[in-house]
């Protein structure tokens, strides 16, 4: 992935050109990770470029703002037009969009008292998050020597940039061992989740997916999943999840904004199931991208079309 330089960036409510979106490195947010995120992706529709979930995605951004003290100086409305705006100054058909809201500059007490609270959206296109192939193929899953932080530690269910040093120290050791996503264990040596994904398994013809309880981050696209699996017949379960049940699944999948639906095909060198994509996983990616590409006519409420430039009378 690279950043096209040529594109622009929506700052504190205008929009600006890439290489003029920036902060100073006396931000608080800069030391401390004093922030919030959030991630989503915008499809391709038969009737023009759509946000996937998008409410939820803001409702979670919010959420995650107040369980860090931060308040969001926009509407749900004005995040929302915002959002469409840069999508549409860039003239993206799809892409990622990462809205960010952290502290700025005024002090490097620890207290961010006095530092405003900035906002900043950006979108480029992304491809498959973990390659292209391993949509078709499965992923190699390694379980990270770090244990994902408890929420008596940090929120676990808010999206704060600091928590994802976590995350990413368990990304950076699973690529030096050769694996392509690290699995992070809670503090009670279940399952929590991948660095940036939740995690679902294939038992018997029913899926399970472990919850808040596992440290995890409550995903969108977790959500969407559960609802798709118990729409297309599947029994849903959600509870405690182990090692031992991940090893003895016949299917796995990550889900995510970024990952969407990407099976795994092996833990630590053991292989999971048939050691490639399962056929119920497969059905559950169809279903998602069917929801997400505006096919699925039923799920037309998670879409959020980008609106047309006004077109001005002459
Ligand atoms: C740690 C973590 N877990 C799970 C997810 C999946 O969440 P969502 O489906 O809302 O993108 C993400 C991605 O945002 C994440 O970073």
Sequence with gaps: MTFDQTNWVWMNGEVVPWNAATIHVSAHTLHYGSGVFEGMRC???????????????????YASAEAYGIRIPYSTEELEDAVCETIRCNDFASCYVRPICYHGTASLAVHPRNCP?????????????????????????????WTKFHSRMLPATAKGCGGYLNSMLAAREAAAGGYDEALLLDEAGNIAEGSGENLFLVRD???????????????????????????????????TLTLEDLLAADEAFFTGTAVEVTPIRELDGEVIGGGTRGPITERIQQAYLAAATG?????????????APATVAV
Excluded at 118 to 133: F, R, S, T
Excluded at 206 to 213: F, P, Q, S, W
Excluded at 219 to 226: A, F, K, L, M, P
């Design 117 to 145: 609270v900035e906002m900043v959206i950006l979108a480029w296109p992304w491809g498959a998050y973990l390659g292209e192939d391993n949509i078709a193929r499965g992923v190699r899953v390694t379980v990270a020597s």
């Design 43 to 61: 499809y391709q529709t038969a009737d023009g470029p759509a946000l996937f979930r998008m409410r939820e995605h803001l409702h979670r951004l």
């Design 295 to 307: 096919q699925d006519r039923r799920r037309a409420g998670w879409l959020h079309f980008v609106p």
């Design 205 to 239: 013809g029913r899926v399970l997916t472990n919850d808040e309880r596992s440290s995890i981050l409550l995903g969108i696209t977790r959500d969407s999943v559960i609802e798709l699996a118990r729409d297309l017949g599947y029994e849903v379960e959600i509870r």
